[in-house]
């Protein structure tokens, strides 16, 4: 009786490690998950869904367009959006480019990419504009959040 518990817990011991290391498996690495939020925000964007562009942002998010000298916190982000919305008609398009993810530590990052804002009803000149877009993100508990947005016109080829 005594050898079959030893065996037991052996079995078990070797059991609930195989299930560590197959649950170690299935966690996502930070740059995936924040390249899944900024898709999962550009989805959002394109459904017209303000909500979901804004939620991953954090409340202290701080936001600026270096070509028109603006600054915007996250409520002044989604006034923003919904005048554009507004305006447009749900006639605007982003289409992002190669995304650059970099870890700073354990609980922050940054993530760049470039954007094509294409469609409008005057807003955008000629067949779109291209944007470079700067982010910020940090950790807080087990979600990262947006802290940082700067995003200024890609002038290349002009």
Not at 86 to 91: I, N, R, Y
Not at 94 to 111: E, I, N, W, Y
Request: overall charge negative; proline content about 2%; charged content about 25%.
């Amino acid at each position: 009786m005594k050898e079959s518990r030893t065996k037991m817990g052996i079995w078990a011991g070797w059991l609930a490690c195989a299930l560590f290391t197959v649950a170690g498996c299935h966690h996502t690495p930070a740059e995936q998950v924040i390249r899944d939020t900024i898709d999962a925000m550009h989805q959002a964007g394109e459904k017209h869904d303000i909500d979901g562009v804004v939620a991953p942002m954090a409340d202290d998010f701080a936001g600026r367009d270096t070509d028109n000298e603006l600054n915007v916190d996250r409520k002044e982000f989604r006034r923003y959006l919904t005048l554009v919305q507004m305006q447009e008609g749900g006639s605007l398009h982003a289409t992002l480019g190669p995304l650059t993810v970099a870890l700073q530590g354990t609980d922050h990052a940054t993530a760049d990419f470039t954007m094509l804002v294409t469609g409008g009803k005057g807003l955008l000149q000629g067949d779109g504009q291209m944007q470079q877009v700067y982010t910020g993100w940090r950790l807080d508990g087990s979600k990262w959040e947006l802290i940082s947005a700067e995003w200024k016109e890609d002038r290349v080829g002009k």
